[in-house]
């Protein structure tokens, strides 16, 4: 996120921070991006605001809502809706969104799409949910059923792969370079150009220490997430295990 850009962010959490409190009540943002997640959750620990939550509609979405409360938390705004065509169809992501975005609805109100053979859900804010149902009956030109979606049964969405590596050390550079298979000087020039993120926050920092849980976002390469060091070799290198989100 560019500094003019997270400034304005902020100055629009600093609002929502003063609306909650002066209403007494919630505030509900739309779709944050996992960047703006952790933007947002640096900026109100700053301002020592505590009580705030992310919710996208399950468990490990990526997309997600901010709720700032001023006791209890309540409901988020979120809803699922289901898409059913014919599985002969290959329907994609892309697909669903182009035909959400027709409708002239913003990004930011739309959050997870999980797409596979024969169905897919969406998530949204609650506002535009009957809006949607009511326009949509085709996505390109196939046809389609919407309804509610039930959350305990979604598409499985993007798939996961764990994979061993073995590194010299937990640095970043080395990490990147291990996981995205480039050379370590060329690792280096791609964190230092600001296209390496970790825990969704850009990393320039080459010698930065990798632990357990870190996330790691690699700019046109993938998201991946360090599971643990696994043991050493004779040579006294780390074997780290790691989870590829395709």
């Not at 975005?101 to 609650?126: H, P, Y």
């Amino acid at each position: 996120m560019y500094t003019s850009d997270l400034k304005l962010f902020n100055s629009k959490l600093d609002d929502a921070v003063y609306l909650c409190e002066k209403r007494r009540s919630p505030y509900f943002f739309s779709f944050l991006t996992e960047e703006e997640q952790a933007y947002a959750e640096q900026h109100l620990k700053s301002v020592h605001f505590l009580n705030y939550g992310f919710y996208g509609g399950y468990e490990n979405s990526e997309r997600r809502v901010l709720g700032l409360f001023f006791d209890e938390q309540v409901d988020f705004p979120v809803e699922a809706i289901l898409f059913s065509f014919r599985k002969t169809y290959k329907l994609t992501h892309r697909d669903f969104l182009g035909s959400l975005m027709s409708l002239g609805i913003e990004r930011e109100t739309v959050g997870d799409i999980l797409v596979e053979d024969g169905r897919a859900v969406v998530f949204v804010k609650s506002e535009i949910k009957d809006y949607i149902v009511s326009q949509i009956s085709k996505v390109g030109r196939v046809g389609v059923t919407l309804s509610d979606a039930d959350k305990d049964s979604l598409p499985q969405g993007r798939g996961v792969e764990e994979k061993e590596y073995t590194v010299s050390s937990m640095r970043l550079d080395n990490i990147v370079s291990a996981v995205s298979g480039l050379a370590r000087e060329k690792a280096k020039n791609l964190i230092l150009s600001g296209s390496v993120s970790v825990n969704h926050l850009p990393c320039q920092k080459i010698s930065h220490s990798m632990k357990q849980g870190d996330k790691l976002t690699i700019r046109g390469k993938g998201k991946y997430e360090i599971c643990g060091v696994i043991g050493e070799t004779k040579k006294h290198r780390i074997r780290i295990s790691i989870i590829h989100y395709r």
